[in-house]
């Protein structure tokens, strides 16, 4: 693991950042999943909460391992928060490798709902040239004290430097009031699963363009 920085961008100048590599790859997935475990969208992906409990790491383990291989993860240096992000140039990337394979060994008779989420995330994913953050998590117990705002800060200093945009889909309005104080801006309307929660496309434009 390298250490990235010690963030000066925040309220939470002690949070140290490091880069996440291949034997980290479990235990990030385990925290996506207990992160992500009472989102509206989890309870519409996976009804069950047993259930959900073992399908969200799994589904997530795929994109991790991706990520790992074609994008970044970072996270604190406790283990508490991480972020995934995937570069686009303008071209989309290519799948995980074996990937309807894997979404069905994960999440079995939950898969079709997965797939339409797959679905709506392609039609409203931008085209222009941006860096993907397709997951922001931090555990429970650690929620509310800074984590995350620490690597969406240190992250986009470093977009801002490139000037890169950033492209996420919030999951909740907590989530996207979150964005918004980072520079976000909704991409019109939300799209909404079918009978289910809505979710905010939003783009940030790099600092100073």
Not at 11 to 37: C, M, N, S, Y
Not at 141 to 146: A, L, Y
Request: glycine share 6%.
């Amino acid at each position: 693991m390298t250490e990235i920085a010690t963030t000066p961008f925040t309220d939470r100048p002690d949070v140290k950042i490091i880069q996440a590599d291949e034997q980290d790859a479990a235990w990030i997935a385990d925290l996506i999943g207990t992160a992500f475990h009472p989102l509206a969208v989890a309870q519409w992906l996976v009804p069950d909460p047993a259930r959900r409990a073992e399908v969200l790491p799994a589904n997530f383990r795929i994109f991790v391992d991706h990520a790992l291989a074609h994008g970044e993860i970072h996270m604190t240096s406790d283990r508490s928060a991480v972020a995934v992000w995937f570069p686009w140039d303008g071209e989309p990337l290519p799948p995980p490798e074996r990937y309807d394979e894997r979404l069905r060994a994960a999440c079995g008779e939950t898969t079709a709902r997965f797939q339409v989420l797959d679905a709506l995330f392609d039609q409203h994913h931008p085209t222009d040239p941006h860096h993907h953050l397709a997951f922001l998590a931090v555990h429970p117990d650690q929620q509310g004290q800074g984590l995350g705002s620490a690597l969406l800060a240190d992250y986009h200093a470093r977009l801002d430097q490139r000037g890169v945009a950033a492209y996420l889909e919030a999951s909740c309005e907590r989530n996207r009031d979150l964005y918004l104080r980072h520079g976000y801006r909704p991409m019109g309307e939300p799209f909404r699963l079918p009978d289910g929660p809505p979710m905010w496309p939003m783009w940030r434009p790099p600092a100073g363009r």
